[in-house]
């Protein structure tokens, strides 16, 4: 009786480099996939949180006669803190991830603990994402919590930013001609970039989306509401601003980064 002979097969090197060609080229596709994901849920995790954030904005003005919040109000002579501080501690806002955008460059969002400007300190504030638009909500030396403008100053509050999102310690940003042009230069301003070259922008009707820098001040202002609410001794306001209006030298003055 003859014994049945077994034979066993390997792979060839050809088969096995095949094999690993094979898996490069897919470990190639579906990385893009993955990290196009992972940018997709942090962009909407931003959006969550500034909505979340100016709607906080909106119950506090709600709970104060229609009075927006003040971006700064003072302890005492010296000392400040800033509304992101207070809306932590009064519970407006919670603290925590809430605060930051999950796609924030290293080393993460600052705060202005710390900071010292015309003689004052700031001893109160929370590491953050966002800042309120400056140009509607910025004085110096108040002690108060409330502002004097009230929500309903607002004409347009689907197209009015509120808040923005940024990569400076501020708690309030202001995107006039010549602070974009003299004081940022040609460093990474204070607006954020990190969303495919966009930012993540609220409104003061509780939306948010994710835009350019340059695409909100051109082709309609989206800072200054076709009026600029608050007095600015060194940009005042030209009377052909008090209406819709753009700004489309904005795009050579602002830093590189912003013009992707």
Known sequence: MMARRYTSRAFTLIELLAVIGVIAVLI???LPVLAGVRASAARAECLSNARQAVTAVN????ANRGRLPENRSLLDDSTYVTWRARFSEEGWMPDGDAWACPSHPEPGPKSEIGYAEDGLRCVGDRAS??????HMLW???ITDDTARVRDIAIDRPAHTI?????????????ASDPIVANYFGDSPGPYAY???GEGTYAFQDGHAETITFLGTGSPDCRWHNGRDLTDDFFVPQRPGEIRPHDHPDWAFLVPAIYLR
């Open 162 to 174: 509120l808040m923005a999102e940024t990569n400076r310690r501020y708690s309030n940003l202001r």
């Open 129 to 134: 994402s966002y800042a309120l638009n400056g």
């Open 28 to 30: 190639g596709i579906l």
């Open 139 to 141: 004085r110096a030396g």
């Open 59 to 62: 119950a506090f003005s709600g």
């Open 194 to 196: 990190w969303h495919a």
